[in-house]
């Protein structure tokens, strides 16, 4: 298994992450190699969480700054809630690595979307129900 090195950066967001984490900034993922998908995984998420000014600049440079009135958005901009950082190890991204799986959907219950199922079905990954 290879893993990418642990690296504390600025810069543009690798990919889009929902509003409210801080992907601009410091971020503390851990991403190792996925043969199947032969894709990065991420085994852990554990983005510094925004403050005002850094979900403003988050939004002005989405394009999203509609977000602003949502309410976990209000919060943090009406100084009604606690910064803190937040992540962990995701509980079913780990069987997804270990079991050698595409996607969540094969270790982990939920409810999927229609779509979602019938193009994991094309691709022989059957996801649970």
């Not at 190792?32 to 852990?44: A, D, F, G, I, Q």
């Not at 989405?62 to 995701?90: C, K, M, N, W």
Request: proline letters at 5%; a positive charge; hydrophobic letters at 40%.
């Amino acid at each position: 298994m290879k893993c990418a090195p642990l690296t504390m950066t600025t810069g543009p967001p690798t990919r889009a992450r929902k509003q409210g984490v801080l992907t601009l900034g410091l971020n503390g993922d851990i991403l190792v190699w996925n043969p199947v998908t032969k894709r990065r995984h991420e085994l852990s998420s554990m983005g510094i969480r925004v403050t005002k000014a850094t979900l403003k600049q988050q939004l002005e440079l989405s394009h999203q700054l509609d977000f602003l009135q949502l309410p976990y958005q209000r919060v943090i901009l009406e100084d009604r809630i606690a910064l803190s950082i937040g992540g962990g190890i995701g509980q079913s991204r780990m069987p997804v690595l270990l079991l050698g799986k595409a996607h969540l959907g094969e270790v982990s219950v939920t409810v999927w979307p229609k779509l979602l199922k019938e193009i994991c079905a094309n691709k022989d990954i059957f996801v649970l129900e």
